[in-house]
């Protein structure tokens, strides 16, 4: 079973940047994704690793997020630069096998770490 924590959420101005961290403990091959939740809002994937493809980002993380892993201490980070108060938003690192040997944003994701919030004020 794959565990995962995520840190490093904070109130910031807007403009500002924040990296956040997902400690994972197994899951060696899985497909690793972050995701938010704003509020009154649907969850929604922004962008993800996958062992055999690399990185995808949905529309609205291009430009601005950038998630990169550290394999050697089996991190992954999310780096977000030019917040906006619309960025206000619990995030979450997800995780699970790839289906079919491929990782998508649709395809439920089976562990979750319990969020970090983010809270961007204008």
């Known amino acids: 079973q794959v565990q995962l924590e995520e840190s490093g959420g904070d109130s910031v101005q807007a403009g500002g940047s924040l990296r956040l961290t997902c400690e994972i403990s197994?899951?060696?091959?899985?497909?690793l994704a972050w995701f938010r939740q704003r509020p009154g809002k649907e969850r929604e994937g922004l962008c993800l690793?996958?062992?055999?493809?690399?990185?995808s980002y949905e529309e609205i993380a291009k430009g601005r997020f950038t998630i990169s892993k550290d394999k050697e201490k089996n991190r992954l980070f999310l780096d977000m630069k030019n917040l906006k108060p619309e960025d206000t938003a619990m995030y979450y690192c997800a995780a699970r096998t790839p289906w079919y040997g491929h990782c998508f944003f649709n395809v439920a994701y089976t562990s979750w770490g319990p969020g970090t919030q983010v809270t961007v004020s204008s």
């Open positions: 197994g899951g060696k091959g899985d497909c």
């Open positions: 690793y996958a062992p055999d493809d690399g990185w």
